[in-house]
């Protein structure tokens, strides 16, 4: 029984360097999640889809985020340009609503130098 | 503005005894709450939740406690073992309004043999 897959699982590059984050939700969900998780702020939620509609966007922390869910079963994250303070962990997650019992990716571990 | 509060960084308990986590809620709407561990490099996954017209829920060394005039939760692992030793998230959702959920800054429990 397949859960949340992203990919990739860690991703190093260099400032200024376009980013993307893949995630493969659980067949049958038609919510999902992306989160950012820091020291600081702990598990962020950026962004959720519902029936591949963006439902809420308030979290995505400046327009150099954006995130597609082009069809039930796949979303990207994208930053562009990347920055430093964007590296974090960043976690997919997806549900039978948006607020039932989520399932996690293991997350993507990305490292802007 | 932090509407769910895990006040607790960090927990140490010793193994067999009882661990307790805590958590608050500032907003009022909250009426589903869940729990989630996580292990390091792993995604969070589900533990136990609870809806606010419950004020108790069980299931084997798990139960989450439910206070709502307070707007208070905890989760109580008894008997704590060694495996428990993981970051523990709190997260409340407005399941009526069909709200995501958001989650605390989560506590960190060691369990020591």
């Known amino acids: 029984d397949a859960g949340v897959i992203q990919s990739p699982r860690h991703e190093v590059t260099e400032m200024g360097q376009e980013v993307t984050l893949r995630c493969k939700p659980i067949?049958?969900?038609?919510?999902l999640f992306w989160y950012r998780q820091t020291m600081m702020r702990g598990l962020e939620l950026l962004i959720y889809f519902n029936n591949n509609v963006p439902i809420d966007d308030s979290g995505m922390p400046e327009d150099r985020f954006s995130a597609k869910m082009p069809n039930a079963s796949f979303s990207t994250l994208k930053i562009q340009p990347s920055e430093p303070r964007d590296s974090a962990v960043y976690f997919c997650?997806?549900?039978?609503?948006?607020?039932?019992?989520?399932?996690f990716g293991d997350g993507t571990r990305l490292s802007i130098l | 503005d932090q509407q769910v509060k895990q006040n607790s960084p960090s927990l140490s308990v010793q193994e067999g005894r009882i661990s307790i986590l805590n958590c608050d809620y500032t907003n009022s709407m909250f009426d589903y709450f869940l729990w989630y561990k996580k292990y390091p490099a792993e995604g969070p996954t589900f533990l136990i939740s609870i809806s606010s017209i419950k004020d108790k829920n069980e299931d084997g060394r798990f139960t989450v406690f439910l206070n709502k005039s307070a707007k208070h939760l905890s989760l109580h692992i008894v008997p704590s073992q060694p495996g428990d030793s993981a970051v523990y998230f709190c997260a409340a959702s407005a399941d009526q309004a069909g709200t995501a959920l958001i989650f605390g800054k989560g506590t960190t429990l060691s369990v020591s043999s």
């Open positions: 067949s049958g969900h038609n919510s």
């Open positions: 997650a997806s549900s039978f609503g948006p607020s039932q019992p989520q399932h």
